[in-house]
């Protein structure tokens, strides 16, 4: 589904989402009448310092006016912006920064829902998407943590190995299947059923809280991450 698709479906009740220079801000009524804030990246645009320090404030600036809406993160992205500027600026801290802000939004009680339409990968990835507490997908969407001659050139493993070591292991794969198998993807959307009943089904889980390590076991996709998570939490809490 193109965006022109996506927002009228997903915001039938109407929204006021601006675009510009690849970055999505606004506002949107959701079925049940409530209103969400929309943040996002269209036209597998890299997000660099400029675009992070956008969003975060549209985010901040949000939570500052207050309300208990959700905040939905559309996202079809290149990776993060490349460029020696946004290198020496501390890319990765603004970045990080933008992840930070989605995650208080959602500790303050405005659930954050990515949906994934497109393609994203790298820090782009890790700080819009990946920091929501739900992630959902539209088919075709690519999502990749980082793409295999990427990977081999930080592994130092080649290409063909991590090839082979993508077939059995979903965490070095690219993909929708492979990612939705961590657990990453909680689910991906029917674009034949209104998006907006699909949003409100997902909302409706909010409560439900951050199940990513829980479903990559179930998947068998991240085996030992919900056993070790809950490991360190019996000890970090041992003895009150």
């Known amino acids: 589904m193109t965006l022109d698709e996506i927002l009228?479906?997903?915001?039938?009740?109407?929204?006021?989402?601006?675009?510009?220079?690849?970055l999505l801000t606004g506002t949107a009524t959701l079925k049940d009448g409530g209103t969400a804030v929309v943040v996002g990246v269209e036209g597998r645009t890299p997000l660099g310092v400029d675009g992070a320090l956008t969003l975060a404030?549209?985010?901040?600036?949000?939570l500052e006016r207050g309300g208990g809406g959700p905040v939905v993160v559309?996202?079809?992205?290149?990776s993060q912006?490349?460029?020696?500027?946004?290198?020496?600026?501390?890319?990765?801290?603004?970045?990080a920064h933008l992840a930070k802000?989605?995650?208080?939004?959602?500790?303050?009680?405005?659930?954050?829902?990515?949906?994934?339409?497109?393609?994203t990968a790298a820090g782009a990835f890790i700080a819009t998407a990946l920091a929501t507490r739900v992630l959902v997908a539209l088919p075709g969407a690519e999502p990749e943590v980082m793409d295999l001659p990427s990977m081999?050139?930080?592994?130092?493993l080649s290409v063909e190995v991590l090839k082979e070591k993508a077939q059995s292991t979903p965490v070095f794969a690219p993909g929708l299947d492979n990612l939705a198998q961590t657990g990453a993807v909680l689910e991906t959307w029917?674009?034949?059923?209104?998006?907006?009943?699909?949003?409100?089904?997902?909302l409706a889980r909010a409560a439900d809280g951050?199940?990513?390590?829980?479903?990559?076991?179930?998947?068998?996709?991240?085996?030992?991450?919900?056993?070790?998570?809950?490991?360190?939490?019996e000890l970090a809490t041992r003895g009150g």
């Not at 404030?57 to 949000?62: F, G, I, Q, R």
């Open 101 to 119: 802000c989605l995650i208080v939004a959602d500790l303050e009680g405005r659930p954050t829902v990515g949906v994934l339409y497109g393609h």
């Open 8 to 22: 009228p479906s997903l915001f039938p009740n109407g929204h006021a989402v601006a675009r510009a220079g690849g």
């Open 190 to 202: 029917d674009p034949s059923t209104p998006l907006a009943d699909q949003l409100a089904a997902v």
């Open 74 to 78: 559309l996202v079809d992205s290149d």
């Open 210 to 233: 951050d199940r990513r390590d829980a479903l990559g076991k179930e998947r068998r996709g991240r085996p030992k991450a919900a056993d070790i998570a809950a490991r360190v939490q």
């Open 57 to 62: 404030a549209h985010v901040l600036d949000a």
């Open 81 to 95: 912006r490349m460029s020696r500027r946004d290198e020496l600026l501390g890319l990765n801290e603004f970045l």
């Open 152 to 156: 081999s050139r930080v592994t130092k």
